[in-house]
């Protein structure tokens, strides 16, 4: 088998486990048996445990940006449009993979995790930023957009996610207290707010860029703590 192909069998196999069974209660060993390949050869690709988490997020990411990659090819309109349809397409994304999404939350919710959060944000840049800067530098030449340079808004667009963390966990942590409403409004204010900074950053109208999906978020935030709760329902 290619190294290629051999990397790829690794991260499919560490994938379908860490869905299974969770991020903590994976080995190495686990990952070893489950893509039939020796030590030595798991670590000619990898150097730990976080480097396959690394990589299975910038491959999830590939995979969802070849699927936005042909939405934008069919849609119609300027920069604008497209960077609108961008945007909403990261929305669906992670309304119709809740799977990924709930075991990168359990990942990213355990304390001391900042370092993988970080790893796991750079992969998810690298991939985002350069589309992003495309077609933010397309709607500084057909007018649509204005701005000094696309390069810098697009990292600052992407930025924004990693402060939007916090806010996020702080959402599940009211939702898993079983107040959904209240999680849906507390991270819907936060990403309005995205919204009208990017608004800003890009010289648009206040309310052009819609980050402001109430009901994806609910559905998103309560498919996440759906487990928790069914969990703490059977110790009771």
């Not at 994976?26 to 039939?36: F, Q």
């Not at 898993?176 to 009208?196: I, P, Q």
Request: proline residues 3%; contains cysteine; hydrophobic residues 50%.
């Amino acid at each position: 088998m290619a190294p290629d192909d051999r990397r790829a069998a690794i991260l499919a196999s560490a994938h379908t486990l860490f869905m299974e069974r969770g991020w903590e209660a994976v080995t190495i060993a686990d990952v070893l048996a489950a893509a039939d390949i020796s030590k030595g050869g798991f670590y000619h690709h990898f150097g730990a445990k976080e480097d396959l988490l690394a990589g299975i997020v910038a491959r999830m990411t590939e995979q969802s940006l070849a699927d936005a990659d042909a939405m934008l090819c069919q849609t119609a309109g300027d920069a604008l449009a497209k960077l609108k349809a961008f945007l909403a397409d990261s929305v669906r994304w992670k309304a119709e993979n809740i799977g990924e999404m709930r075991y990168l939350t359990d990942v990213l919710s355990k304390p001391g995790n900042d370092i993988l959060f970080r790893r796991m944000f750079d992969a998810i840049a690298a991939a985002v930023v350069p589309i992003l800067e495309d077609i933010i530098a397309e709607g500084a030449t057909d007018g649509s957009l204005d701005v000094a340079d696309p390069g810098l808004a697009a990292e600052m667009i992407v930025g924004l996610s990693h402060g939007r963390r916090q806010v996020f966990d702080e959402a599940l942590a009211i939702a898993v207290a079983g107040d959904l409403d209240r999680a849906t409004d507390h991270l819907e204010a936060r990403m309005r707010a995205e919204g009208l900074t990017c608004d800003r950053l890009l010289g648009l109208p206040r309310g052009t860029i819609p980050l402001s999906h109430p009901d994806a978020y609910r559905r998103i935030l309560a498919s996440l703590v759906a487990p928790a709760l069914q969990t703490e329902d059977h110790d009771a």
